[in-house]
């Protein structure tokens, strides 16, 4: 099965062509086409994944390339797949959604006067992102990584005539772009100095040193600006809240599984190129991000605003996880997220079909009237709330475990931990604001409430079968320290600042929580907190320079290296102690005070809003960065169009005007050359001519005696001129 | 009869032939004017040759003139009718066409 994987991706792209071209005459306009691709698609993904399953083999790896295009001698583009664990997880998190997205499309769009478009987009954007996961080379990613943006254009603005959407649609593009070109430069630097493009030959050559130090660091960090773009992170997540223009089933696909999915799995393809430093500006990053995008969340009263903003949050664990080192933390956050998510805008989805508004403020009471779709949200919930037994908490809790053993090591950065500790609070609190004021008390909305009623059942099988992968047991059983998830999906060694480490993934790793490896640590400890007081850099064997200091323990050099080991692990031991017992009670804790405010009426809503009047409207203004982004970076472009404008206008212009009229002014000299010496010359020769043949004809006079009489005459005077 | 005698009798017969040629107006009589240059020239021809080199050069030089004037004579009597049919006379001061 794992050999035919390239069909994977071509199967949605034959059937967006057909869709777009012919969807319209084809039987109900062609959504069983893109339905029968996808699913075949999600067939062949559960193929490969009990492929890679039965290996169980955190090394597995299946390669294929094939030479595409050859430059000289110098340079060859490779065409290929590459499928290991995480691919193979990816693949069946994106064909899953999506086919669940295709599934709940088909009730959600119906009668809609573009719906073969809607599905053939669907297709270009599956294939996009499968052809996303399964690219071997950063040519490729790059490639698809731009079609996804344009099929996540083309989604966001299906509804077009809208004029909120078709703005939305050109912003998720403009910041995409954004991202994209720091993506290119750090592609373009790594090409240049490696001259490879293929993830295994690149680190290969970073790990001989051809990319290293600053230079290495700026790469990395470009390649994240991708994944910021893409994944809304903190300066570009602007994008996200208003993509919910689009049809909801396209913002769950673009939420869940593909689009934010591909930034976070960027990071975590190319993981190990990063240096500490990189580490260090993704983690704070995703930090950033998951704090603001929370305390928006907090404030909004739109049902879609509030999960695209929790989104955006959930994305910034995700990156935060990968930037402590939690390298298993955030992509499974990233496939648990995917499943509950997904399901959160399917329920919403759900909730806005049946009562025709998005508004929380005309909702209530829904429970009764809808019960599939509040029980599978209410799982869902549970579950991004961080509640144990649910996904979210398992891999929430690797998150919080990997920031705190971060914060450990290096108590600089003790704050990333608090503040996402302190997040996922919020989380809880505004995820079951969200549902108590959609599906519990009384309807503030008779008329829409009378209305309300169960979705279609292709609405919600989609739910239901969402919910159920809500759960943790799915990633891991209770009953064993480690799941397969953590079993397989490893931390790659880093090959930044080392010479020639084999890839060694560490056995002793404890709920997944790898410790960076140590030189990270030490390098980060070194580079940013200059006393270097922390136990580790302290320790003679590691340090940022060394190159023995690779490994991760696996093959300890000495007793020292076996001990450092051993505290490594103590120490995952503890955060992951920590973090779960601290996690646990403040999602409690937000759930209890959501109920305490919205549910039981303790505390009055509107009573704490005015009290704290400034903060709320700062918050529900979304922290102003669309009007700082407006008066800043658009208003700088317009203040920077304009005065290049009156530079053409006046300069340019200017200028081009000057020379039209030195160019004027020239040919004028030159007419009047022409016409007086040049004309003058011919006229004068002619008149001259003229006035010399009216004085010579007079010579002939046309008669005869004349002729005859200079003849004789002449001929007298050579007589005499020769007599004499 | 001498050399001398001839000349002078050819250039008395040169001067009424130029006189008529410039004074005449008819076409006809210049024409006969011309003649009479010819034949001015004719006995100089045969004149010189005669008393000068003891060769028959000039005598037949003088056939060929009269042959040529004979010819010229039919040329210019058909140009003179050709004058005449066009403009009705043959007056060579009426021949001032190619006056400038």
């Not at chain 1, 039965?54 to 000289?72: E, Q, S």
């Amino acid at each position: 099965m794992i050999r035919y994987a390239y069909i994977i991706p071509l199967l949605p792209l034959a059937s967006f062509f057909i869709n777009i071209a012919v969807g319209k005459r084809l039987p109900r306009k062609g959504d069983w086409l893109s339905l029968a691709t996808i699913l075949a698609c999600l067939a062949m993904s559960v193929g490969i994944f009990l492929e890679v399953f039965r290996a169980y083999d955190p090394n597995f790896k299946y390669h294929v390339v094939t030479p595409w295009l050859t430059v000289g001698d110098r340079f060859t583009l490779n065409v290929g797949i590459l499928v290991d664990n995480i691919t193979a997880v990816m693949l069946l998190v994106v064909t899953g959604v999506s086919t669940l997205v295709h599934l709940f499309s088909i009730g959600y769009m119906h009668g809609d006067p573009r719906y073969n478009r809607f599905f053939a987009y669907l297709s270009i954007f599956s294939f996009s992102m499968l052809g996303l996961v399964l690219s071997e080379s950063f040519f490729f990613i790059y490639v698809f990584w731009e079609l996804v943006g344009l099929s996540s254009y083309l989604l966001i603005g299906f509804w077009f005539e809208k004029k909120s959407a078709a703005d939305a649609c050109k912003k998720a593009f403009i910041a995409n772009r954004v991202g994209d070109f720091g993506f290119l430069i750090g592609t373009l630097i790594i090409f240049v100095t490696c001259g490879v493009l293929g993830y295994d030959q690149v680190f290969q050559a970073i790990g001989e040193g051809k990319l290293s130090g600053t230079l290495l660091t700026i790469a990395g960090i470009g390649i994240f600006c991708g994944a910021i773009g893409k994944s809304a992170q903190f300066p570009l997540h602007v994008w996200l809240p208003d993509a919910m223009e689009g049809p909801t089933p396209v913002s769950a696909l673009i939420h869940a599984a593909t689009m934010v999915a591909a930034g976070v799995y960027l990071v975590g393809r190319v993981y190990p190129m990063f240096t500490p430093d990189a580490f260090l500006f993704i983690a704070y990053i995703g930090f950033i991000t998951l704090f603001i995008a929370a305390t928006i969340a907090l404030t909004q009263n739109d049902i879609k605003k509030v999960l695209a903003y929790s989104t955006c949050s959930q994305l910034g664990y995700m990156i935060m996880g990968l930037g402590v080192g939690g390298y298993t933390a955030g992509l499974a956050h990233l496939t648990t997220h995917a499943a509950f998510k997904a399901c959160l805008f399917l329920g919403s989805g759900s909730v806005i079909h049946a009562v025709h508004s998005q508004d929380l403020r005309e909702m209530g009471g829904l429970r009764k009237k809808m019960p599939i779709t509040f029980v599978t949200f209410l799982i869902a919930t549970l579950a991004i709330a961080g509640v144990p037994g649910f996904s979210g908490f398992f891999s929430k809790d690797m998150i919080l475990a990997a920031a705190l053993e971060f914060g450990m090591k290096n108590p600089h950065h003790y704050i990333l931990f608090f503040g996402a500790l302190f997040t996922a609070g919020m989380t809880a609190f505004y995820m079951f604001r969200l549902v108590i004021l959609t599906f519990f008390g009384a309807p503030k909305d008779h008329h829409k409430y009378d209305h309300a009623h169960e979705s279609p059942p292709n609405m919600w099988v989609p739910l239901v079968v969402l919910a159920i992968f809500s759960f943790s047991f799915w990633f891991k059983s209770p009953f064993v320290e480690k799941g397969w998830f953590q079993t397989l999906i490893t931390k790659p060694a880093t090959v930044a600042n080392i010479a020639r480490s084999p890839a060694a993934p560490a056995p002793m790793e404890h709920a997944a929580v790898m410790a960076p490896a140590p030189e990270v640590v030490s390098a980060v400890s070194h580079g940013t907190s200059a006393p270097a007081g922390t136990p580790h850099a302290a320790s003679p064997a590691v340090h940022g320079e060394s190159p023995e200091g690779a490994s991760h323990g696996e093959t300890p050099a000495g007793a020292a290296r076996g001990a450092e080991a051993e505290h490594e692990a103590h120490l995952a031991h503890k955060a992951h102690a920590y973090a779960m017992y601290s996690s646990v009670a403040v999602g409690a804790l937000g759930i209890f005070l959501a109920f305490v405010v919205y549910s039981l009426g303790w505390i009055d809503p509107v009573r704490v809003m005015s009290a704290l009047k400034p903060l709320h409207t700062f918050l529900q203004n979304k922290w102003y960065f669309d009007e700082l982004y407006e008066a800043t970076v658009i208003g700088g472009s317009k203040a920077l169009s304009r005065g290049l404008a009156w530079f053409d206008l006046h300069v340019v212009d200017g200028l081009v005007n000057l020379a039209a009229q030195l160019g004027v002014f020239v040919s004028f000299l030159v007419g009047k050359f022409d016409n007086y010496v040049v004309d003058g010359a011919v006229n004068g020769l002619a008149s001259a001519t003229i006035g010399g043949g009216s004085i010579l004809r007079r010579l002939q006079t046309g008669k005869l005696h004349h002729y005859v009489f200079v003849l004789a005459g002449g001929a007298l005077v050579i007589f005499l001129i020769k007599a004499f | 009869m001498t050399l001398d005698k001839l000349l002078v009798i050819a250039a008395a017969l040169f001067c009424c032939g130029l006189y008529t040629v410039i004074t005449r107006r008819n076409a006809v009589a210049v024409l006969m004017g011309v003649e009479l240059i010819l034949n001015a020239t004719n006995i100089n021809f045969v004149a010189f040759s005669f008393f000068l080199h003891r060769m028959m050069g000039g005598q037949i030089f003088a056939v060929f003139v009269i042959v040529l004037a004979a010819a010229e004579a039919a040329v210019a009597l058909a140009i003179f009718l050709r004058m005449f049919s066009t403009t009705g006379t043959v007056e060579v001061d009426a021949a001032n066409e190619l006056k400038g």
